[in-house]
Structure formats: C-alpha cells, structure tokens
C-alpha cells in the first residue's frame, strides 16, 4: 500500500489540517456538540486530537507511547487546550521532520510503508478527519465537499489507506455469506478500487464479477462518505449495502 503522496505533502496537511481544527473547534465553542461524532463535543474532539498527536509523535521519537495522557485528562486538566493542542501539533510535525528515512517504529495498517511514511500519511489522514469533524460543529451537520476543502491528492490518498490499510484487517463485518465485489471510484481521478467481500475484505487488480454495489463521487466526496463524513456518494446496485456499510465500518480508537 505505499502513499501516492511525498513525505512533505503529508506534513504539509497535518500542518493545514491541524491548523484549521483548532480555529474551526474555537469557533465552534468547546460545549457544541459533533454531529459526526455524537458522544463529543468541541473540547473532547480537541483532545482526543492532542492525545492522538503525542502518541504518534512518541512512537516516531522512541518515547514511551503508555506515558501519554489520556484524553479524558486533558479534557479535565488543560485549562487552555488550545495552546496544548498546538505544542502537540508542532512537536509531531517536528518529531516526523527529524525523523531518518530508515525509521524503527511501529505500524498498525496492512501492507504499511516504511515507518517514517507511515506516521506522516496516518497522522495526515487522522488530523483531516477530525478536522471535517470540527467543521461539522461549526455548521451543525456533516459538511459537503466544498465546505471541507480538501485537496484532492490526498483525498485519493486518504481513500486508498481506508479501504487498502484499515478495512483489510481481520473479518469483514460487510460480509453477509455471500460473497460479493463493490466498486468505488473517484470520479475526479483515474482511481479505482475492486474490493472483494468475503470472510475478509480484499483489494484485486479487477473485478471477479459484476459489482454488487458502485460508490462514486468525487474524490473528496468518497473519502468523506467511506469515513461516515458525508452523505454526497453517488451509489448504484445495492445501495441498502452503504447503510451497513455505515453502521459497521467504522475506525475506533482502541
């Protein structure tokens, strides 16, 4: 699975994306509910962002990942978050910088690349998502694909760690037991994805047989409906699949 995009891209949008959460999370107001992530509000999706950003940044420094507060703490403890947050923001985007090409750390995704491009793509993709859900407390429901403004490069890129990294591991809870292909493309780029669902999800070259169920879309349209971001997907075939789709394929901090 390696990243279409170069190490500086990815930096480059956690430094956009982290930059934007912040200000869109201060606009909102720390006690607005996250429509996309209902059990949150502002300051819990601020945290749990600064408690994300430490704990990547120790396993790229070779600190101890277990020594991280909490986000629940930082919730109780940090009375300006905002700052906390940012210290965390730059010290990964520093940690990830200095880091040598030949990385020894952890990684967590299937068929991950090295270790530096690995936390560099991961914390890229993490820092928008929760972005998009700062947005959506700004505006108070999931945000279109304009309104999120994501670059379309990483889109792609964001869809290809989804779909290729997260949702390949383990069993597959789209499996109904009967096999089945889903195609999703973007219509914006010459990327497809022929995903066959069986016991487990798997990535092919091309399709085994007709899909059972077409996602399309923008690039940012799809990288936002496959996170449960957004409702703008473009579906054909068995379209009652996206609403399991929405209701079991969801990325959980663990």
Not at 57 to 73: E, I, L, N, R, W
Not at 95 to 100: H, N
Request: charged share 25%; net charge negative; aromatic share 6%.
């Amino acid at each position: 699975m390696p990243t279409s995009l170069r190490l500086e891209d990815h930096l480059s949008a956690i430094e956009n994306a982290g930059g934007r959460l912040a200000e869109l999370a201060t606009a909102a107001g720390a006690e607005t509910k996250v429509p996309t992530c209902p059990a949150w509000d502002a300051r819990a999706l601020v945290a749990h962002q600064a408690m994300v950003h430490r704990w990547a940044t120790a396993h790229v420094s070779g600190t101890d990942p277990a020594a991280v507060p909490s986000q629940t703490s930082i919730r109780r403890s940090e009375d300006d978050l905002n700052a906390y947050y940012t210290e965390g923001l730059r010290g990964l985007l520093e940690a990830i910088g200095k880091a040598p090409p030949d990385l020894d750390a952890m990684v967590f995704l299937n068929d991950a690349p090295a270790a530096r491009e690995f936390w560099a793509r991961r914390q890229a993709h993490e820092t928008t998502v929760h972005m998009v859900d700062a947005l959506a407390a700004v505006v108070g429901r999931m945000p279109r694909a304009d309104e999120a403004a994501i670059d379309r490069g990483l889109a792609v890129d964001g869809i290809d760690e989804l779909l290729s990294g997260f949702f390949t591991r383990g069993r597959s809870k789209l499996f109904d037991g009967e096999p089945f292909t889903m195609l999703v493309t973007a219509d914006d780029s010459d990327r497809q994805w022929h995903i066959d669902v069986a016991e487990s999800l798997t990535i092919v070259d091309g399709p085994s047989q007709p899909p059972r169920l077409v996602v399309s879309g923008s690039a940012t349209a799809v990288y936002l409906g496959l996170w449960n971001r957004g409702d703008e997907l473009e579906l054909s075939g068995d379209t009652g699949l996206m609403e399991r789709w929405r209701a079991t394929q969801r990325v959980r901090w663990s």
